[in-house]
């Protein structure tokens, strides 16, 4: 028999006792949310975050909230190719299985930043991290099958700019459209990835969940923090938020579902763009040139 959570998810997920779920982005907001739901439901969750002091408190909040001893902290920059290479060796090593992988770290901002690979920030972190980690965890996770990717994505892929001659925004920069940009590319990634998965048992879907009181935008300063606070009345709470990653990482209902984009637990269409097979393509070849050993 499934448990419910007490997120009150609309659907009744599965009992994920035996289940490794890894979650990046857990220290904070929709990341932290979901991997508390994981651990409620009964699957090991091994919570991704950067920081040590947060990582082990966030790790230290799930446990209580959940009281699950199965909460494993890694930490990782994922901004940084080397880090996501040692963050999935360490997984790798430590793990036997990997049952279901949640892309949810993310970051928008205000300015144009460069990882410690040259790689406009944004991008790296929101869309590169994602493609990076999902394919050094991806034999394991067919192992593992069935198993789940769901990658956190946004409504902003409808505004996104994603230019092939400009993939890191170095001839233009709007916050919000390379924001929009990053998550565009999750939305091409989880179809490709889906389609490349199709026989192996490993189901792709993405989301957007919804407007959430989370710390996105904090890390732009003073102004950042102030756009935070005002929204925070009229966003839905990290829990709501967590909803479809939650539905889309357990459900049975969401079983065997594959390349999919969610809101509110139900199936939605996507931009045009979102579609293009051509740009698709482009996109993968540059992010496995990006991600190719010796970076940029
Ligand atoms: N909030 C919304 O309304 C909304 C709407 C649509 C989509 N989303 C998406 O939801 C996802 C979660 O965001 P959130 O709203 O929950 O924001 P959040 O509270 O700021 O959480 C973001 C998480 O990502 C982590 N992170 C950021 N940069 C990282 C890096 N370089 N390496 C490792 N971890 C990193 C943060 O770690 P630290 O704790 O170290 O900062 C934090 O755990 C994102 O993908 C975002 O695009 C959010």
Redesign the pocket.
């Known amino acids: 028999m499934g448990r419910t959570s007490t997120l009150r998810v609309p659907v009744t997920n599965e009992d994920m006792d035996g289940r490794i779920c890894l979650v ?9 949310a979901t991997a508390t739901a994981l651990a409620r439901l009964g699957a090991h969750v091994i919570v ?4 040590a002091e ?1 990582g082990e408190a966030a790790a230290l909040r799930i446990s209580r909230a959940t009281d699950s001893a199965s909460i494993d902290l890694r930490l ?4 940084s190719q080397s880090e996501i290479r040692r963050l999935a060796r360490e997984v790798l090593d430590a793990y036997p299985a990997l049952h279901v992988l949640v892309n ?4 928008t901002n205000l300015r144009r930043e460069e990882t410690v690979d040259g790689i406009e920030s944004t991008f790296a ?2 869309h590169l ?1 994602y493609f990076l980690l999902t394919d050094l965890l991806c034999d394991r996770l067919i192992e593992s099958a069935p198993a789940r990717v769901v990658n ?5 892929h409808t505004f996104g700019r994603l230019e092939p001659d400009d993939w890191q925004s170095e001839q233009e920069y709007s916050a919000m459209k390379v924001y929009g940009g990053s ?1 565009l590319a999750n939305v091409l990634f989880t179809y490709d990835l889906a389609r490349r998965l199709e026989t192996k048992g490993v189901t792709v879907n993405c989301l ?5 009181a ?3 935008g ?2 732009n300063g003073w102004l950042g923090v102030l756009a935070s606070l005002l929204m925070k009345p009229f ?1 839905a709470s ?1 829990a709501k ?1 967590a909803r479809t990653s939650v539905y889309l990482a357990a459900s049975k209902e969401a079983e065997g579902v594959t390349g999919r984009y969610f809101v509110n637990c139900k199936p939605k269409e996507t931009s045009e763009r979102s579609r293009d097979a051509v740009l698709s393509k482009q996109l993968w070849d540059e992010s496995r040139r990006l991600t190719a050993r010796g970076g940029a």
């Open positions: 990046t982005g857990a220290t904070s907001g929709i990341g932290e991704v975050g950067r920081s947060r990782a920059d994922l901004s949810n770290a993310g970051v972190t929101n991290a956190v994505a946004s409504h902003a998550k957007h969940p919804g407007a959430v989370t710390r996105m904090r890390n966003f990290p938020g």
